[in-house]
């Protein structure tokens, strides 16, 4: 369970494969740790049991410099850390601070973006450590931490007195708590994203079918287009009814993208029923990740609509398995 800005998520590996698997997702992004402190192994030195536990320590030192300029006593929490561990029933786990949480306890607020952009980091991190779904493609470079990124849109309006003004952020008024919201707006993004990236793959399939069976397979990914495009909305709309902001543009679309996307000048028909049929069982999956978060936070409205997106996936799995199968 999550609590006081701890965020913890079980793996579906061994412990030392989680480790691997989170060493590896921060290698893709050009990471090496600064240290890794085994606790399990300094124990056994000591001639004490304890289960495996090692903490893995990484960071930047021009984004954390910025931070302990503006905050001197967030040192004490950098260079981050991620902790794998394993728990008495064997289960093995990967925990972290939530960045949020902890420019929230060290007044970091000027630097919003740049946390933000940190926790959808270390959020990537752990999905990738723990989700036997996610293969070696799914971590997408973050955006540069080293640049601060506007928080508010600057729209320059004369006033009745010929001064400029400044439009407020938007900050819709939510009863949930505010590193909550901050969490599942990222997630919600994130899962726009890749609905979005589903879709045009999903369109691009349907005008580049081909083949004795192509009016079925046709129609069948037009519908299940036009089924994944009616979420967009909703999702969006979702988070920004919890406080959040969401995408602006195709380039953030692709910059947190988790599903690929295929430019293939040709795809055979069943590759692409195949193709998008594992893509649909990806999404399910981020779907349920994101539900858990609802969950913990108590955003009911949230996960009701994801459980009827997460039954239409399904759906859509069902219908490509069944439409590629040899009679």
Same mark, same amino acid.
């Given at each position: 369970?999550?609590?006081?800005g ?19 997702? #921060? ?7 600064? &240290?890794? *402190? ?8 000591a ?8 903490v /893995?320590?990484?960071?930047?030192? $021009?984004?954390?410099?910025?931070? #302990?300029?503006? $905050? ?7 260079? +981050?850390?991620? +902790? ?39 959020? @990537? ?13 799914? *971590? /997408? ?5 080293? =640049? =601060? ?7 320059? @309006?004369?006033?009745?007195?010929? @001064? ?10 939510? /009863?949930?708590? @505010? ?17 979005? &990236?589903?879709y ?23 519908e ?10 909703a *999702? $969006? ?15 953030? /679309? ?19 029923? &195949?193709?998008?049929?594992d893509?649909?069982? +990806? ?19 949230? &996960? ?11 759906q ?12």
């Amino acid at each position: 369970m999550d609590i006081d800005g701890l965020i913890t998520r079980a793996s579906k590996y061994t412990w030392a494969d989680t480790v691997d698997r989170l060493l590896g997702a #921060m290698r893709q992004l050009g990471i090496e740790p600064v &240290a890794r *402190i085994n606790h399990a192994a300094d124990a056994h030195k000591a001639g004490l049991p304890l289960l495996a536990s090692e903490v /893995i320590i990484f960071g930047n030192p $021009a984004v954390g410099t910025l931070l #302990m300029q503006s $905050a001197p006593t967030i040192a004490l929490e950098l260079p +981050l850390k991620i +902790l794998v561990w394993q728990d008495a029933s064997g289960t093995t786990n990967v925990s972290y601070n939530q960045p949020e949480w902890l420019a929230n306890r060290h007044g970091l607020e000027c630097h919003r973006d740049r946390i933000r952009a940190m926790s959808q980091m270390m959020r @990537k991190f752990a999905e990738f450590a723990v989700m036997p779904e996610l293969t070696d493609t799914a *971590i /997408i470079k973050p955006p540069d931490l080293n =640049q =601060q990124q506007i928080s508010v849109r600057k729209i320059m @309006k004369n006033d009745v007195n010929g @001064k400029s003004r400044l439009q407020p952020e938007l900050n819709t008024p939510n /009863i949930l708590d @505010k590193n909550d919201t901050l969490e599942l707006a990222d997630a919600l993004n994130v899962l726009l994203a890749d609905v979005f &990236a589903l879709y045009l793959k999903t369109k691009n399939f349907h005008w580049h079918m081909s083949g004795p069976h192509f009016r079925d397979f046709h129609l069948l990914l037009d519908e299940q287009a036009e089924q994944i495009f009616a979420s967009t909305d909703a *999702i $969006a709309e979702r988070v920004r009814k919890i406080g959040g902001n969401t995408i602006r543009s195709a380039g953030h /679309i692709k910059r947190i993208q988790r599903l690929n996307d295929n430019d293939a000048d040709f795809v055979a028909p069943d590759d692409m029923l &195949a193709e998008l049929r594992d893509d649909n069982i +990806l999404l399910a999956g981020f779907m349920r990740m994101t539900h858990e978060l609802c969950d913990q936070f108590g955003d009911m409205a949230t &996960a009701s609509l994801l459980e009827n997106w997460l039954d239409e996936t399904e759906q859509r799995v069902w219908f490509l398995f069944e439409s590629a199968r040899k009679s």
